[in-house]
């Protein structure tokens, strides 16, 4: 069982940078590949990014390349997610997922789901 919780989101400018926190309990976290969904209102809820259980390989909806990064510290049982030239169309509650195989972006893999945090970019 891997409990996850994220943090970091807020109110932010166009064009403007945040850092979501997603801290998970346990001490199998390092086997668990990890990724983020965001979801906007009305919208399904999508793929932006997933990182490999060691961090070696990550995964990046084409949205989101050159923008975003996702990287973690297993020693501190933490994925990441920084967001910079962030655009309206981000704005979106963001999720962190776990799973023990899939970076990928089929959230139907994913095991385990933090509750949510609230982006929201401003024009």
């Known amino acids: 069982q891997v409990q996850l919780v994220e943090s970091g989101g807020g109110l932010v400018q166009a064009g403007g940078s945040l850092r979501l926190s997603c801290a998970a309990s346990?001490?199998?976290?390092?086997?668990?590949?990890m990724g983020w969904f965001r979801q906007a209102p009305g919208k399904e809820r999508e793929f932006v990014a997933g990182?490999?259980?060691?961090?070696?390989?990550?995964n990046y909806a084409d949205s989101v390349k050159g923008r975003f990064t996702i990287f973690r510290d297993n020693a501190k049982n933490a994925v990441y997610l920084e967001m910079n030239s962030l655009k309206p169309e981000d704005t979106a509650v963001y999720y962190c997922?776990?799973?023990?195989?899939?970076?990928?972006?089929?959230?139907?893999?994913?095991?385990?789901w933090g509750q949510g945090t609230q982006v929201t970019v401003s024009s």
């Open positions: 997922a776990a799973d023990r195989r899939s970076w990928g972006p089929d959230k139907r893999l994913y095991d385990y």
């Open positions: 346990g001490r199998t976290f390092s086997s668990y590949a």
């Open positions: 990182i490999s259980r060691g961090g070696a390989n990550t």
